[in-house]
């Protein structure tokens, strides 16, 4: 049996702000549980959802030494489909609104989760054989694995993973104040380990010092190699760039599936969806006061609102979108100048436009079932889950060549009758707006090719079973 621990600072179902949610809750699933035992551990946040805090255990507690004080670290437990999931505990630093507040706290608050979590092991009675961890909230876990626990007897021979679903956050903070808090001496704080560009930087940490890096998508895994993409670290990822891997995202084919999901107002699969699939879209122009007819091209938008997703090309084209016969739906939070752009929009095209700046898993659902296409013209885009999920919902995605968007939507080519979706090269906002009439158009007159686009999205299969087995063979790779 291979123990492997996912480090995380957010998980499925317990609490979400993005992708790697997602996958910390789904991929150790989906893995063989005679060979694999996978558990993930993560901070336990006073913003969870109660229905879950309440149902976490006690297992144990201690006393750590962190940031020059003696402070308490709990750890509560709970299986969940199967998994168990670990929480670390302290009010202190877990206590916040959000899972991510102001960078100053964050880096000390995941410093301590990464020293926790690693100090907390002996008591758990589960010795991973490879710890996996996610992002820079846990690029400190291979630093303080190689150097201080090594030392000791039961921190011997544990390997780590890092990915990479994110580049763009790094964790960084001035030399100083991280020394201070993390305790690691002088040495780590020099540019071929922790330190870039004068300060501290605990992705870069963990990218040096773990046994494998990944990253979520083929695509991605080169891009960052280069100065564009590499966001100041593309140097560090060509000299690793042997122990560098893609391995693109899969999404959990039982929570998003449109012909069992409990959100949407239809339910349709493969066969049916050119009938059935239809119900959603009426429900949702209903629901938002939009006109009320069939044949609008409408297009769906579920994201954080940021300058990652290309709004700045949408906001550059709005008003010129929405002379066409179309009807956008929007969910998401972000940006302040996003969120009022779209507000402006639905205040000024009611009936085009509706703009729902909140946070909603069953709005989510239901624009994946209602809209035609999905529109997520992402400047980088490491994986991309939103669009497998449009794909499994028969949802067409409109999608900017890059990262995983590029790995994972097919081009429409009318010639050959092949594609899942449409995209576009340039990040351009012209390119982008002709490709949305592109779509539109052979929405509106091929209706049997548009629904044959439809069956190939539908069939297309980002289910876990492919990469989980990429993952496995990673993990057997590096414990022999
Ligand atoms: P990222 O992790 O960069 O935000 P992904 O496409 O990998 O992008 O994952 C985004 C996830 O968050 C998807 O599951 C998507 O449905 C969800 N999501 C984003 N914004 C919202 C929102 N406002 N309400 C509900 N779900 C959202
Ligand atoms: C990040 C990326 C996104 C990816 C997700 C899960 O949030 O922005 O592209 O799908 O992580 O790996």
Redesign the pocket.
């Known amino acids: 049996m291979k123990n492997v621990l996912f480090a995380t600072s957010e998980s499925v179902p317990f609490i979400?702000?993005?992708?790697?949610?997602?996958?910390a809750g789904s991929l150790p699933k989906c893995f063989p549980k005679d060979k694999y035992d996978v558990r993930v551990i993560m901070p336990k946040y006073l913003c969870m959802k109660q229905e879950y805090l309440d149902q976490l255990s006690y297992k144990s507690h201690f006393y750590m030494d962190f940031n020059w004080k003696n402070q308490y670290v709990g750890i509560l437990e709970m299986v969940h489909d199967g998994i168990t999931f670990y929480f670390i505990d302290n009010e202190e630093y877990f206590h916040g609104s959000t899972p991510y507040g102001n960078i100053r706290a964050d880096v000390e608050k995941f410093a301590f989760f990464s020293k926790a979590l690693l100090s907390a092991l002996p008591l758990i009675g589960f010795r991973p054989d490879i710890v996996h961890c996610h992002d820079w909230q846990t690029g400190l876990v291979p630093v303080y694995l190689k150097e201080r626990f090594q030392g000791d007897e039961f921190f011997r021979g544990i390997k780590s993973v890092m990915t990479i679903?994110?580049l763009k956050f790094q964790g960084v903070w001035d030399v100083k104040t991280i020394k201070s808090i993390t305790g690691l001496s002088d040495y780590f704080f020099t540019p071929d380990k922790l330190e870039a560009y004068k300060d501290s930087n605990y992705l870069k940490g963990g990218i040096v010092y773990a046994d494998a890096i990944t990253t979520v998508s083929n695509t991605y895994a080169e891009e960052i190699k280069t100065p564009f993409y590499g966001e100041g670290l593309d140097g560090l990822l060509r000299a690793r760039s042997n122990s560098l891997r893609g391995i693109v995202?899969g999404?959990d084919y039982h929570e998003y599936n449109p012909s069992t999901d409990a959100y949407i107002v239809q339910k349709y699969d493969a066969t049916n969806f050119r009938k059935e699939k239809v119900k959603n879209k009426r429900a949702m122009q209903e629901e938002f006061n939009l006109d009320q007819d069939d044949k609008k091209f409408m297009i769906g938008i579920?994201?954080?609102l940021t300058d990652?997703?290309g709004f700045d090309l949408i906001a550059y084209i709005m008003d010129e979108l929405c002379q066409e016969d179309i009807q956008i739906v929007v969910?998401?939070?972000g940006e302040e100048k996003y969120e009022n752009m779209f507000r402006h929009f639905d205040w000024k095209y009611g009936n085009k436009v509706a703009a729902?700046i909140?946070?909603?898993?069953a709005?989510?659902h239901k624009i994946?079932a209602a809209a035609d296409a999905f529109l997520?013209p992402s400047l980088f885009?490491?994986?991309?889950?939103?669009?497998?999920?449009s794909l499994r919902y028969g949802t067409v995605p409109i999608v900017r060549e890059t990262g995983g968007l590029k790995d994972t939507v097919i081009p429409y080519n009318e010639y050959e009758g092949t594609g899942t979706g449409f995209s576009f090269s340039n990040y351009n906002a012209h390119e982008m707006l002709g490709t949305i009439r592109y779509a539109k158009h052979i929405f509106n007159t091929k209706k049997r090719e548009w629904n044959k686009l439809i069956d190939r999205a539908m069939e297309a299969d980002f289910s876990w079973n492919v990469s989980a087995k990429k993952y496995a063979e990673m993990y057997d790779w590096l414990i022999g």
């Not at 979400?16 to 996958?23: I, N, R």
């Not at 909140?358 to 898993?361: C, N």
């Not at 885009?381 to 999920?389: A, N, V």
């Open positions: 979400k702000t993005g992708g790697l949610a997602d996958v679903h994110n995202n999404i579920v994201s954080r990652q997703k969910l998401g939070t729902n909140y946070y909603s898993e709005l989510s994946y997520m885009e490491p994986c991309g889950l939103s669009q497998l999920m």
